[in-house]
């Protein structure tokens, strides 16, 4: 099994910057692939970025693209999504997902969930 707990979401205003971390424990040596989803209120769960554990490759939302950057930290088994000019829209609950999938942007496809860090953007 492996345990995700996000951290780092906060209150910041609109064009400000935030940066998640996702630490990871247990079997960490079955993440091939780690993912940011996020659920605002009345919204679908959306793919926001996923990296592969191994190597460089990283995918981003078009709507986050440019904005947001995922790295990790294979020693410290942590994820971190910087994200800066933050935007209004970017409010939600933002979640951790790891597994061995090669389908990044599927939700449904991850094996291992975080409990969620609430990211709120005001104007």
């Known amino acids: 099994q492996v345990q995700l707990v996000e951290s780092g979401g906060g209150l910041v205003q609109a064009g400000g910057s935030l940066r998640l971390s996702c630490a990871a424990s247990?079997?960490?040596?079955?993440?091939?692939?780690m993912g940011w989803f996020r659920q605002a209120p009345g919204k679908e769960r959306e793919f926001v970025a996923a990296?592969?554990?191994?190597?460089?490759?990283?995918y981003y939302a078009d709507s986050v693209k440019g904005r947001f950057t995922f790295s990790r930290d294979n020693v410290k088994n942590t994820g971190y999504l910087q994200m800066n000019s933050l935007k209004p829209e970017d409010t939600a609950v933002y979640y951790c997902?790891?597994?061995?999938?090669?389908?990044?942007?599927?939700?449904?496809?991850?094996?291992?969930w975080g409990q969620g860090t609430q990211v709120t953007v005001s104007s």
């Open positions: 990296i592969r554990w191994s190597g460089t490759n990283s």
């Open positions: 997902a790891a597994g061995r999938s090669n389908l990044y942007f599927a939700g449904n496809e991850y094996d291992y």
């Open positions: 247990g079997n960490t040596f079955r993440i091939y692939t």
